[in-house]
């Protein structure tokens, strides 16, 4: 049974930085790739940042470009998002995800909350 688990959300103010982890267990079968997803209050689940397993290569939305970095352990089956300069509209349920054996799978998010 695949099982992502995130951590690393809380709340920080304006201008600071979190690190998110997700460990990703259970996995019988290649990953393609994992990302990161928010979805804030009344708003549509967005993808923030992807990464390719096989190629390293990564996806930014613009939004957090040159903010957010996403990076994995690939011996750990562990994936990381480093934001910083966090802002306000950042605020939202991050969600780790992994596509591969021709489906997604989700954690159950963790909260970032940003203030001003």
């Known amino acids: 049974q695949v099982q992502l688990v995130e951590s690393g959300g809380g709340l920080v103010q304006a201008g600071g930085s979190l690190r998110l982890s997700c460990a990703a267990s259970g996995i019988m079968f290649r990953i393609n790739s994992m990302g990161w997803h928010r979805q804030a209050p009344g708003k549509q689940r967005e993808l923030v940042a992807g990464?390719?397993?096989?190629?390293?290569?990564?996806t930014y939305a613009d939004s957090v470009k040159g903010r957010f970095t996403i990076s994995r352990d690939i011996q750990k089956n562990t994936l990381y998002l480093e934001m910083n300069s966090l802002k306000p509209e950042d605020t939202a349920v991050y969600y780790c995800?992994?596509?591969?054996?021709?489906?997604?799978?989700w954690g159950q998010g963790t909260l970032v909350t940003v203030s001003s």
């Open positions: 995800n992994v596509y591969g054996g021709a489906r997604d799978y």
């Open positions: 990464l390719s397993w096989t190629y390293g290569s990564t």
